[in-house]
C-alpha cells in the first residue's frame, strides 16, 4: 500500500512555523517576566510539604472525629439492643412464672388446657437468660434503662411479676386479676405479698403477728444523710466497724470516704485494683479496719493495707478462675472465702496468703455467699439454680437447695435457723435450714441483686434492679420500710451496730441511710 511498506513521514510543518514558535514561547516568557523555568528553593519546598501535612493532619483529625462519634454510636445502639432484649427476656420470664402459679388453681375454676396460655416451650427462658443474663457481666446487666426500654420494663413490671397476694402491702395495685378469691386477699382483706410455703408447696397468705413492725431492734424508718458520688456504677460496698468509713467498688478502684462529719463528701483515698477497666464486684474489711480484700472482675485478689499513711497492696492472691463474684470472711478473720466465675468456692488462708483448698459443686458461676456466726458452715449461691452448703470442718457439702431461677444473693441469719435468697425471678425466699419450712416475699418487681441481715438478727434488707431498698422482718417478711431509689441498687451493706445502711447503684453513686428505731 506504501512504497516500499512504509508508513508515511510525519507531517511537517509548513515553513516559517518554527519561527513564529518561537516568537509565541519568548512572548509568553516575557508576560512571565522571566526567560527561565520557575524553580523553588529548599525553604519554599519545604514550606509547601509542611502546609501540604498540616491539611493532611487536619483531615485525619476530622475522619477520627467522626470514627469516633460512629463507634459511641455504635456503643449506644448495642446498650439499646442489650436493653431490648433483657426486657423481652422478663416479660417472658414473669409471663411463665404467673402461668405456672396459676394453672395449679385452674382444677377448682375451669380446668383450661396449658396451651391456653401460650406457655413459651421448655428451654426458651432459658436461652434468653443465657444470652443476657448476669454471667455475662454486671448483674448487673444494664443498671438504667430510659425511653421506650424503660416503658417496655415497666410493662414487663406490672404484668410480668409473680402474683402478689399478701397482707399490709404498700403496693395494692399489685394485685393479679383472676387470682382465686382464697389468695386474693387475707384476713385485713388487703392484697398479700408474703406467704407460707408448706412441705408440699400449698401457699398461704401469712398472718402477721401485732408485734411484727414493733419491739427493740425492728426500725421504724431509714432516711438518707449522705450521697456519695463515686463516678462509676457501685457494684460493691462495705461500711466499717467503727461506722466512720464508707467503701465503695467501682471501675477499676475502690474508693475511701469519711462520713463521721456532715456536709458535701469527697472521697479520701482512692485504691487502684485490677484493670482499670474491670469492676469490683466485692470488697470486705477486717473488723480492725486495718485490712481491705477486694476481688472483681480478674483472677486476682487484692489485699490493702490500711494501717499504712498511704494504704498500699500488701498481697495478692490468684486463682484459675477469671472473675470472682462475691467475698467472704471467717469470724476469726484467718480465712476467706471467694465465690468464682466457674463455680468454684476458694478457700484462702489470709496469714499465709495461700489457698488452701476448693468446694467443687456448682456447674455454673458462685455468685454470692454468707458464713454462720460459729464459722462451721458456709452457704453459697449459683447461677445454676442452687443454694448450697458447705462442712468447714470436713470440707464437703452438706445440703442443696434447688430452685427454678438463678440466685443472685443470700444471706444467713446472725441467730442462726434462717436462710434468706434473693433470685433472678425477683422472689424474696426464707428457708429454715433444718426444717422444710419457707417464706416467699414478692415486694421486688425484678432481679433481688444484693441482700444482708441486720446484726440482731430481727430484720434484713434486699436490693433490686426495680431501684428498691425492702426492709423485712425475719423471718416472715413484714414490710418494715422502703426506699425507692434513681437507679438499680447493685449492693448493700448494713453497719455492725444496725444504724447505718450503705447501697450501691447504677447511677454511679452510694447512698448512706440512718435507721430510726
Known amino acids: 500500500m506504501f512504497p516500499q511498506n512504509r508508513p508515511p513521514a510525519p507531517l511537517q510543518p509548513p515553513p516559517g512555523s518554527s519561527a513564529s514558535a518561537a516568537a509565541a514561547a519568548a512572548a509568553a516568557a516575557a508576560a512571565s517576566g522571566s526567560t527561565q523555568p520557575l524553580k523553588l528553593t529548599y525553604s519554599e519546598t519545604l514550606d509547601r510539604i509542611k502546609e501540604e501535612f498540616q491539611f493532611l493532619q487536619t483531615q485525619y483529625h476530622s475522619l477520627k472525629l467522626e470514627c469516633e462519634k460512629l463507634a459511641t454510636e455504635k456503643t449506644e445502639i448495642q446498650r439499646h439492643y442489650v436493653m431490648v432484649r433483657q426486657t423481652h427476656t422478663e416479660i417472658a420470664k414473669r409471663l411463665n412464672v404467673i402461668c405456672a402459679q396459676l394453672i395449679p388453681f385452674l382444677s377448682q375454676e375451669g380446668a383450661y388446657p396449658p396451651g391456653a396460655f401460650g406457655l413459651p416451650p421448655p428451654g426458651v427462658n432459658g436461652e434468653l437468660a443465657g444470652a443476657a443474663g448476669y454471667g455475662a457481666g454486671l448483674h448487673l446487666v444494664s443498671p438504667q434503662m430510659n425511653g421506650s426500654a424503660a416503658a417496655a420494663a415497666a410493662a414487663a413490671a406490672g404484668y410480668g411479676r409473680s402474683p402478689v397476694v399478701g397482707y399490709e402491702s404498700p403496693h395494692p395495685h399489685m394485685r393479679v386479676p383472676g387470682l382465686p378469691a382464697s389468695l386474693q386477699s387475707a384476713a385485713s382483706g388487703k392484697p398479700a405479698y408474703s406467704f407460707h410455703v408448706s412441705a408440699d408447696g400449698q401457699m398461704q397468705p401469712v398472718p402477721f403477728p401485732p408485734d411484727a413492725l414493733l419491739g427493740p431492734g425492728i426500725p421504724r424508718h431509714a432516711r438518707q444523710i449522705h450521697t456519695l458520688s463515686h463516678g462509676e456504677v457501685v457494684c460493691a460496698v462495705t461500711i466499717s466497724t467503727s461506722t466512720r468509713h464508707v467503701y465503695t467498688g467501682g471501675k477499676g478502684c475502690v474508693k475511701v470516704w469519711d462520713i463521721s462529719q456532715p456536709g458535701s463528701k469527697s472521697p479520701m483515698a482512692q485504691l487502684d485494683c485490677l484493670n482499670r477497666d474491670n469492676y469490683i464486684r466485692s470488697c470486705k474489711l477486717l473488723p480492725d479496719g486495718r485490712t481491705l480484700i477486694v476481688g472483681g472482675e480478674a483472677s486476682t485478689l487484692s489485699i490493702w493495707d490500711l494501717a499504712t499513711p498511704t494504704p498500699r497492696i500488701k498481697a495478692e492472691l490468684t486463682s484459675s478462675a477469671p472473675a470472682c463474684y462475691a467475698l467472704a470472711i471467717s469470724p476469726d478473720n484467718k480465712v476467706c472465702f471467694s465465690c468464682c466465675s466457674d463455680g468454684n468456692i476458694v478457700v484462702w488462708d489470709l496469714h499465709n496468703q495461700t489457698l488452701v483448698r476448693q468446694f467443687q459443686g456448682h456447674t455454673d458461676g458462685a455468685s454470692c455467699i454468707d458464713i454462720s456466726n460459729d464459722g462451721t458452715k458456709l452457704w453459697t449461691g449459683g447461677l445454676d439454680n442452687t443454694v448450697r452448703c458447705w462442712d468447714l470442718r470436713e470440707g464437703r457439702q452438706l445440703q442443696q437447695h434447688d430452685f427454678t431461677s438463678q440466685i443472685f444473693s443470700l444471706g444467713y441469719c446472725p441467730t442462726g435457723e434462717w436462710l ?77 451496730d444496725d444504724q447505718f445502711i450503705v447501697t450501691g447503684s447504677g447511677d454511679k453513686k452510694a447512698t448512706v441511710y440512718e435507721v430510726i428505731y
Open 420 to 496: 434468706a435468697v434473693g433470685m433472678e425471678s425477683s422472689n424474696v425466699e426464707v428457708l429454715h435450714v433444718s426444717k422444710p419450712d419457707k417464706y416467699q416475699l414478692h415486694l421486688h418487681e425484678s432481679c433481688v441483686l444484693s441482700l444482708k441481715f441486720a446484726y440482731c438478727g430481727k430484720w434484713f434488707v434486699s436490693t433490686g434492679k426495680d431501684n428498691l431498698l425492702n426492709a423485712w422482718r425475719t423471718p416472715y417478711g413484714s414490710s418494715i420500710f422502703q426506699s425507692k431509689e434513681s437507679s438499680s441498687v447493685l449492693s448493700c451493706d448494713i453497719s455492725p
